[in-house]
Nanobody, 128 residues
Framework: QVQVVESGGGLVQPGGSLTLSCAATGFTSSDYYVIGWGRQAPGKEREAVACISSPTGDTVLADSVKGRFTITRDSANYTVYLQMNNLEPADTSVYYC????????????????????WGQGTQVTVSS
């Protein structure tokens, strides 16, 4: 059974940085899968902001975070990181790690609800 667990949220000032981690279990080295990050602010729809595929390592970022967020992975430990720089108040959300088999990162970012597995979420608050 696949599980994903997020960590690393918190409070940060505008312009600051934060790194989120997602530890995935249940995948094997021969699996093709994608892991991404979505977020949902109160009263807003869930959106996907970043995705990375395995085993190719291809990445997709939403336009709203390009140039500020970076997604990387430690494939040996099935861990994915979201490095968030130059954070803005609009980035305040609950951030969720998601994983899926059988879809590309482009599909995951466009249609995040197609993900098969979701974490519990971690709060990121950008405020002075």
């Amino acid at each position: 059974q696949v599980q994903v667990v997020e960590s690393g949220g918190g409070l940060v000032q505008p312009g600051g940085s934060l790194t989120l981690s997602c530890a995935a279990t249940g995948f094997t080295s021969s699996d093709y899968y994608v892991i991404g990050w979505g977020r949902q602010a109160p009263g807003k729809e869930r959106e996907a902001v970043a995705c990375i595929s395995s085993p190719t390592g291809d990445t997709v970022l939403a336009d709203s975070v390009k140039g500020r967020f970076t997604i990387t992975r430690d494939s040996a430990n099935y861990t994915v990181y979201l490095q968030m720089n130059n954070l803005e108040p609009a980035d305040t959300s609950v951030y969720y790690c998601a994983a899926a088999r059988g879809i590309t990162c482009s599909t995951m970012v466009r249609f995040p609800n197609l993900s098969d597995y979701w974490g519990q979420g971690t709060q990121v608050t950008v405020s002075s």
